[in-house]
C-alpha cells in the first residue's frame, strides 16, 4: 500500500470527524521534506487548506530562499501561502531562552492567530455555498512523523518523565494535528522521489549540537546495530504505553476523587487517608504537580503528613500548608486563598478584608482599645501564623474570660448578622485562635507587666 493510501487510512482511523466538506486545513510549511510531502498527501486527498511559512531570519540568505520556495507551492497547488517574518534573536535575547524555545513559542503564537483569521475567512465563504452547514473547523496540520516521536520518547526517558512522557507526540492537542506521525522518515523520503516533489534542507538540521539531532544521528543509529528492529518495537511499546496511561489515568482520578476536598481556590487532604495510600510517592505528584511541585519536592511534601502545624513547602504559585489534620494547597497570592500563612518575617498580608500589618517592638507605652488595632505578648505567639475563615467548632478565650467560648456563639452575642458572620477571620497560632479579626484578642494572649515584646496587628 502507497502512502497516499496509508494516509487516508490513517486519517479515517484518528481524524474521521474531518472531512473535505466540514473542515479547513492550515499546513505549516518550512519547505523540508516532511512539510512538503505532508502538503502533497493532504492535496490529494481532496482537503482545502492554507499554506503558512515562518521566516525566522537566522540563516540570512537561506531562510529568503526557503520563504520563497514556499511560496511556489502556492501557484503550484493554488492555495494561499500566508509569511511570517521574526525577530528570533531578539526575542533570544529579550526572553534569555533557546533558539529552540523561541522558535516554538512565536510559530505556535501565530499559528493561533492565523487559525482565528481563516476561521472567520471560511465560514463565510463555507456559508454562502451551503447554508446548513452553520460552523467550518480549522485545524494546525503539522509534519511530525515516527521517527519524530521515537527521538522524543527517548529525550523524555533521558531527562527523566513521568508516564505521561512516554506516549510521546500525540495526534491531536486541540486544533493542531499530527496526521503523518504513522509514517517514518525513509517513507517519506521515498514518496518525495517518486513523486518528482522538490524540498529544501536546513543546514542546521544535519548539526549535532541540538539534543534532537544528536539522537537522531548518534544514539539511535548505534542502538539499531544491536537490535535492527528497535525504531519498530519502540513504535509498538509507544502504542501499549498510551494504553497504560489511560488505565494509570483513570486509576488516579478514582483515587483523586476519594482524597480531594475542594473549598473555593483551596484543594483540602486529610492526613490520615493520604498517609495509607500506596504507592505514596506516586499518588502525592499526582495531586500536586497541576501547581508547580516538582517531582523533586514530593519527599518534602510526604514529610508534611509527620510535621508540626503551620509547615509548609512552597511553589512558584502555591503552598502545600499542614494545618491539624489536612494538607491544604492554596494559592500564594493571598487574595485568592482561604488559608494564608504569616511567616515572621512578613510586615504585611492582603486578603479579602483588606490587609493586616504586622510589627513587633517593646516598650509600649499605651495598650489600643482599637478592635482593628491589637497587641499580642509576642513570646506567647509561635509563627508561621495561619489566617483563614472562621468554621464551626472553632472556640477561643475571649479577652477578659477565662472559660473558652465557641466562636459561633460569640458571633451570636456580638448580634452578628449572617452576612457578617461570613466575612469573619481568624488568626491562629499553633492550632490556637489569638485574634478573631476586627472583633476581640484572646485572652491567653494579651500583655502582662512581664511582656518584653509585643505583636501588633492592624487591620487596614
Known amino acids: 500500500m502507497d502512502l497516499l493510501a496509508l494516509y487516508k487510512q490513517n486519517w479515517k482511523k484518528h481524524f474521521r470527524h474531518l472531512t473535505p466538506n466540514n473542515c479547513h486545513l492550515v499546513l505549516a510549511v518550512s519547505g523540508g521534506v516532511d512539510s512538503i510531502v505532508l502538503t502533497d498527501l493532504v492535496f490529494k486527498a481532496g482537503f482545502d487548506f492554507t499554506i503558512a511559512h515562518c521566516n525566522f531570519q537566522l540563516r540570512g540568505a537561506a531562510s529568503d530562499s526557503d520563504e520563497q520556495f514556499v ?36 510559530r505556535y503564537a501565530w499559528f493561533e492567530e492565523v487559525l482565528g483569521s481563516q476561521q472567520s475567512t471560511v465560514d463565510s465563504q463555507q456559508l454562502m455555498v ?41 495526534p491531536t492537542q486541540g486544533k493542531l494535528i499530527r496526521s503523518l506521525l504513522f509514517a517514518n ?32 544521528h548518534k544514539i ?8 535492527q528492529n528497535g525504531e519498530e518495537n519502540l513504535l509498538a511499546n509507544i502504542e501499549r504505553w498510551k494504553e497504560v496511561e489511560q488505565v494509570y489515568n483513570q486509576s488516579i482520578q478514582l483515587t483523586k476523587s476519594k482524597l480531594i476536598e475542594y473549598k473555593g481556590n483551596e484543594v483540602h487532604i486529610p492526613v490520615l487517608k493520604l498517609q495509607k495510600q500506596q504507592p505514596l510517592n506516586t499518588i502525592t505528584y499526582e495531586i500536586v ?12 511534601i510526604i514529610q508534611l503528613l509527620k510535621a508540626d502545624n503551620g509547615k509548609f513547602v512552597a511553589s512558584a504559585t502555591h503552598r502545600v500548608i499542614r494545618n491539624r489534620n489536612w494538607l491544604i494547597i492554596a494559592p500564594v497570592a493571598s487574595t485568592e486563598a482561604l488559608n494564608i500563612l ?14 493586616i500589618e504586622i510589627s513587633v517592638f517593646e516598650n509600649l507605652s499605651s495598650v489600643s482599645e482599637d478592635v482593628n488595632l491589637v497587641q499580642l ?59 478573631v479579626v476586627g472583633q476581640r484578642i484572646d485572652n491567653r494572649f494579651k500583655i502582662m507587666p512581664s511582656t518584653k515584646q509585643v505583636l501588633q496587628l492592624k487591620l487596614i
Open 289 to 300: 504537580k497541576e501547581y508547580g511541585f516538582t517531582a523533586a519536592q514530593v519527599n518534602d
Open 185 to 216: 522518515k525513509a517513507s517519506i523520503i521515498e514518496y518525495a522521489q517518486q513523486h518528482n516533489l522538490s524540498w529544501v534542507e536546513d543546514a542546521s538540521n544535519a548539526t549535532d549540537k541540538y539534543s534532537r539531532n544528536f539522537f537522531r
Open 377 to 435: 505578648d509576642a513570646a506567647k505567639v509561635q509563627f508561621p501564623l495561619l489566617l483563614r475563615k472562621w468554621k464551626t467548632g472553632d472556640y477561643f478565650y475571649p479577652l477578659g474570660m477565662q472559660k473558652k467560648k465557641k466562636i459561633s456563639r460569640f458571633l451570636i452575642d456580638k448580634k452578628l448578622s449572617t452576612i457578617q458572620k461570613e466575612k469573619i477571620w481568624v488568626i491562629e497560632s499553633n492550632q490556637r485562635i489569638i485574634w
Open 342 to 355: 504569616i511567616e515572621e518575617k512578613d510586615e504585611s498580608i492582603h486578603f479579602e478584608n483588606g490587609s
Open 220 to 227: 539511535i543509529p548505534l542502538v539499531k546495530e544491536v537490535y
Open 130 to 170: 451551503n447554508s446548513q452547514l452553520s460552523t467550518v473547523n480549522c485545524h494546525l496540520l503539522t509534519a511530525h512523523h515516527a521517527d519524530d516521536n521515537i527521538e522524543t520518547v527517548l529525550m523524555n526517558i533521558f531527562r527523566g518523565t513521568g508516564i505521561s512522557g512516554l506516549h510521546g507526540i500525540l
Open 71 to 106: 511560496k511556489s507551492l502556492g501557484e503550484k497547488y493554488n492555495k494561499e501561502v500566508l509569511v511570517k517574518h521574526f525577530a528570533t534573536q531578539e526575542y533570544v535575547d529579550s526572553k534569555k531562552v533557546s533558539i529552540q524555545v523561541a522558535a516554538r513559542e512565536l
